[in-house]
């Protein structure tokens, strides 16, 4: 009953070993830098592995950079509650939010995808396209909270989520991507999180 199991457990753990060995190509040496021949030998595989798992380079980092996001998912994720006050269920998301903020190595692959932008924009246009698709959590309670009379439906969900983000972005993660800023203190990020979800809420909310 147990060999038919083997092979699929040392395909994951293959298929683990090139992540891991892809991860630390990507944050050391960047996109260009980078070779399948490398992550084949840091993840101590053959290349031909590599290649079985992930077609092409561009398809390996956008793996890494999904399964970041994946990690992620649940921590995204938060539930409408009615009878809930909106500011705290804000901040339970923007908490979680900047928990993969403050990610390094989420840091230093963004990194990687934005240095790609400059230099082959189709192709990281293709990569963040996909992980916008992760984004999705806010825009859905967003949608429940207007549906619910909560807040101001002159603007699309996915709008609406692009403004919270995008003011937490701002201090949080384009400074630490771009200019190489140390991840935010405990103290400030908790500022943070709260001012931007009290400027959206000033913006959004109806008052009841």
Known sequence: MTTPERPTRLTDRKRGAILTAAVAEFRAFGFAGTSMDRIAAT????????????????????AILWQLLEASQALDTVAYEPAQPLRGQLLAFAGRKMQLLSDP?????????MAELMHAPDRARAMMGKLAEKEEG?????RAAQADGRLASDIAPADAAHQLQGMLKASAFWPQVAMG???????ARQRLMEDCVDMFLALRAIAS
């Open 43 to 62: 993840a101590g595989v053959s290349k031909r592995t590599v290649y079985n798992h992930f077609s092409s380079k561009d398809e390996l980092f956008a």
């Open 105 to 113: 190595a989420f840091i230093d692959l963004s990194r990687v995808a």
């Open 138 to 142: 806010l825009a859905t309670w967003i």
């Open 181 to 187: 800023q140390p991840p935010l203190q405990a103290d």
